[in-house]
């Protein structure tokens, strides 16, 4: 059974850091194209960043020079380090893949961020 | 402000059949693929659309999607009370190199 667990959130003051965990079981992270997703409370979904199963990385421009996507493939996990943290980054964070075009559907069951001071 | 324009709400009774629509650009919903989603409150999204127009294994056939030019469509025939969710339309943006997402749309049955 696919599973994906989200972690490492947490209540941070601006400017703080924190670093997300998704760990996988069930299929194998790095042969997949994951992305980090995020929804502020009462909002829509918004896209953060993506790391492809080769290793190509993409960021959101509120996620650039601020967040680093990774993989750990011995852990089968992925990982948002989130540095500079501002009050506006205060969501819930999913790991998701997104775009399969064989219609696979994997999501985490999220990890809240509040930053706040 | 979504890169990807959707209705804030729709609704419909029972039975019924209803559209969202989810307007694009030609980086994004004109020459890529359309997904949709659903989101039950307190719960991850769930895929309903993807390839523009197929649905993943377990989605009934009352769900489909459609694309033309820059824009897609949801539809939900035989409107059911657990259908009341929130919907969003998502595509892969070439100019801005990521996914873009609508702002979702409350679907509410009557």
């Known amino acids: 059974e696919v599973q994906l667990v989200d972690s490492g959130g947490g209540l941070v003051q601006p400017g703080g850091s924190l670093r997300l965990s998704c760990a996988a079981s069930?299929?194998?992270?790095?042969?997949?194209?994951m992305s980090w997703v995020r929804q502020a409370p009462g909002k829509g979904l918004e896209w953060v960043s993506l790391?492809?199963?080769?290793?190509?990385?993409y960021y959101a421009d509120s996620a650039k020079g601020r967040f680093t996507i990774s993989r750990d493939n011995s852990r089968n996990t992925l990982y948002l380090q989130m540095n500079s943290l501002r009050v506006e980054d205060t969501a819930l964070y999913y790991c998701?893949?997104?775009?399969?075009?064989?219609?696979?559907?994997?999501w985490g069951q999220g990890t809240p961020v509040t930053v706040s001071s | 402000q979504s890169v990807l324009t959707q209705p804030p709400s729709a609704s419909g009774t029972p039975g019924q059949r209803v559209t969202i629509s989810c307007s694009g650009s030609?980086?994004?919903?004109?020459?890529?693929?359309v997904y949709w989603y659903q989101q039950f409150p307190g719960t991850a999204p769930k895929l309903l659309i993807f390839?523009?127009?197929q649905r993943p294994s377990g989605v009934p056939d009352r769900f489909s999607g459609s694309k033309s030019g820059t824009s897609a469509s949801l539809a939900i025939s035989g409107l059911r009370s657990e259908d009341e969710a929130d919907y969003y339309c998502?595509?892969?943006?070439?100019?801005?190199?990521?996914?873009?997402f609508g702002g979702g749309t409350k679907l509410t049955v009557l």
């Open positions: 998701a893949l997104l775009g399969d075009t064989y219609g696979s559907d994997y």
């Open positions: 069930g299929f194998t992270l790095s042969t997949y194209t």
């Open positions: 790391l492809s199963g080769g290793g190509s990385t």
């Open positions: 030609s980086s994004s919903i004109g020459i890529n693929y």
């Open positions: 390839n523009n127009d």
């Open positions: 998502a595509a892969w943006d070439d100019s801005l190199s990521g996914w873009v």
